[in-house]
């Protein structure tokens, strides 16, 4: 009944374990995989580019970045086209203004009839013609008096109505072109119309064409 007193001792009572250290035993014995197997998963689904892939990349990239480049070289190039191009409508519209300042009369405004002949034939000895009269420029006396004067007259190199050289026009040239031209009930046949037609060239192949009309008013026409 009393065991200890007699050299005997209490064998201790097993205990069945608890849940949670059943738990962390099968975790102990679990197999552990090596850290290279764990992350070789990782490895495969964040690789990067392959070769063809870049090489397409880089195909993509250089086509876009050529036709990019072609537009601005070309945008570049032509940059001072529009400053040459006012520079010859300045020139057209110049030349326009002064033919078109000028009489348009049956006779030669040097005639002595020139401002009351109502036909060539009331001149009193030059009736007006196409074309400057003989000794006639733009420059020298006798100078240009009559719109159909500047018929067939050119220059290269713009100059003034003194033939001084304008600075830095020297690579320009102008011509014009004076011709008779219906315009609403005026025929072309009746000379009382004509069209003036100034042409500009210019550097970097510039061309500009201007038109304007010049009628004959009373007491010249006989409309």
Not at 213 to 218: D, E, Q
Request: net charge neutral.
């Amino acid at each position: 009944m009393f065991p200890e007193r007699f050299g005997h001792q209490r064998r201790p009572r097993h205990r069945a374990p608890s849940p949670a250290a059943c738990e962390m035993l099968v975790r102990a014995r679990s197999p552990v995989l090596p850290p290279t197997r764990r992350r070789r998963g990782k490895r495969q689904r964040a690789r990067g580019l392959s070769l063809i892939e870049l090489v397409i990349f880089i195909v993509v990239v250089s086509a876009a970045l050529a036709g990019v480049l072609t537009v601005f070289i070309t945008a570049t190039a032509s940059s001072a086209d529009p400053m040459l191009r006012r520079q010859a409508l300045a020139i057209a519209e110049s030349v326009l203004e002064e033919v078109l300042l000028m009489p348009f009369t049956l006779c030669d405004p040097d005639d002595a009839n020139a401002e009351s002949a109502a036909s060539s034939a009331g001149c009193a000895s030059l009736a007006e013609g196409t074309g400057p009269e003989p000794g006639e420029t733009r420059f020298t006396t006798p100078q240009f008096d009559n719109v159909n004067d500047y018929q067939g007259y050119s220059m290269t190199g713009i100059v003034d109505i003194t033939n001084s050289a304008v600075t830095g026009l020297a690579g320009y040239s102008a011509s014009v072109v004076v011709a008779p031209a219906a315009l609403g009930s005026i025929g072309a046949g009746s000379g009382d119309a004509l069209r003036i037609t100034v042409s500009v060239t210019g550097p970097g192949a510039t061309n500009v064409s201007l038109d304007g009309y010049r009628t004959r008013y009373a007491p010249n026409a006989t409309l």
